[in-house]
């Protein structure tokens, strides 16, 4: 029971932040992208806001057990292959032609309306068939 407290927490006070970045509205994230037109900086205070506290947080991890129970994730990694490109080009082009992403989409299913829902299931699709075809490119691109 402890445990779904703190995840409850968690998970508002992470929507909380989506939703007071500015993360939540598709006009503030596709002006962060369109660097050659009317460009929107404010997202780059996000995004520090974001990886600062975790390079912060992988150093405290190190070495220690989580309070919950568990394991922390291991760390990234760090060689480029075929799953990472492709998966991010995809991130990307969803990103940009929609404003959303995985966190901010379901934040704003209480006011995204039908085009938030009609995102989320088409994420969630891509992320039903991103196993099989990853395994698929994978064995694709092994030496015969």
Do not use: H
């Amino acid at each position: 029971m402890q445990r779904a407290i703190y995840a409850f927490l968690a998970g508002g006070l992470f929507g909380a932040g989506l939703l007071v970045s500015g993360m939540t509205d598709t006009r503030k994230v596709q002006g962060w992208l369109d660097v050659f037109g009317d460009w929107d900086p404010t997202l780059a205070f996000v995004l520090g806001g974001a990886i600062l506290p975790m390079a912060v947080a992988w150093q405290l991890t190190r070495n220690r057990q989580p309070v919950l129970g568990g394991a922390f994730p291991p760390k990234p990694e760090t060689r480029l292959g075929w799953p990472l490109v492709s998966g991010s080009v995809l991130f990307g082009v969803g990103w940009g032609l929609v404003g959303l992403c995985p966190g901010p989409a379901m934040a704003s299913l209480t006011f995204g309306g039908m085009e938030g829902l009609v995102f989320l299931v088409a994420m969630l699709a891509g992320m039903l068939a991103a196993p099989p075809l990853r395994r698929r490119l994978v064995e694709a691109s092994a030496p015969a």
